[in-house]
């Protein structure tokens, strides 16, 4: 049996950062909790806003949500009434009113793992076919300009008596290399045959650029 190491989890601290960045000792649990309350709510109540990622971040008794989406519009909703709501409801829910959200946009959407994963998911969920779906969204991510793509679909695809993986791959995806920018997706699509999980793994060649930009304005400022 293989054993798998998670693409984040292997990055962390290197070229991954945390989506929760506080530090408790007695209310660890508890702010686990709520933060798993927090991205559920949001996720279910903008799923078609396009959020690959939430990041929640804490200090003392407040609590900073930044919300990525490739649809801000939808979150923050026609003159801030959708993200006031939210806010409300964030509020009642971790009875803290020391809550602040940011709406940050996402570039290029067709190559964030995640949004590829819930997107296909969708399709497989609306009975397209596998295969019709996964070659489409490989293609959206190299016109999106990716380095690479892995697209890996397991279940009863297409209604077969038995499971079944499906596995569309294009450039190249370095796994092992923990220096790589490796952006990871997992969704699952609720069929009526079953549950079918897809997972996506998307190399960015644009990211090694941005850490290039990032460490040379470091440099500068030392000097």
């Not at 962390?12 to 007695?26: D, G, P, T, Y």
Request: charged share 35%; net charge positive.
């Amino acid at each position: 049996m293989g054993q798998k190491v998670h693409p984040v989890g292997f990055r962390l601290a290197v070229r991954k950062n945390w989506e929760s960045r506080w530090f408790s000792r007695k209310d660890y649990a508890d702010n686990l909790i709520e933060d798993l309350k927090i991205r559920d709510y949001i996720k279910k109540n903008f799923s078609f806003a396009a959020i690959p990622k939430i990041v929640i971040e804490r200090a003392g008794d407040r609590i900073r949500i930044i919300i990525h989406s490739a649809r801000p519009g939808i979150v923050i909703g026609r003159k801030g009434v959708e993200i006031d709501r939210l806010k409300d409801s964030i509020i009642d829910m971790t009875d803290n009113k020391g809550i602040s959200i940011d709406i940050q946009e996402v570039n290029k959407p067709e190559g964030r793992a995640q949004l590829i994963a819930e997107n296909v998911a969708l399709q497989l969920a609306r009975r397209v076919s596998f295969r019709r779906a996964l070659k489409r969204a490989v293609q959206q991510a190299v016109d999106a300009g990716v380095e690479g793509i892995k697209i890996r679909a397991a279940g009863r695809l297409g209604g077969s008596e038995m499971k079944r993986v499906a596995n569309y791959k294009w450039g190249k995806i370095p796994l092992h290399t923990i220096r790589a920018f490796i952006d990871y997706g997992f969704a699952e699509a609720r069929t009526t045959y079953g549950l079918i999980g897809v997972k996506v793994w998307v190399c960015n060649k644009g990211d090694e650029e941005e850490r290039e930009k990032r460490g040379a304005a470091a440099e500068k400022d030392k000097t």
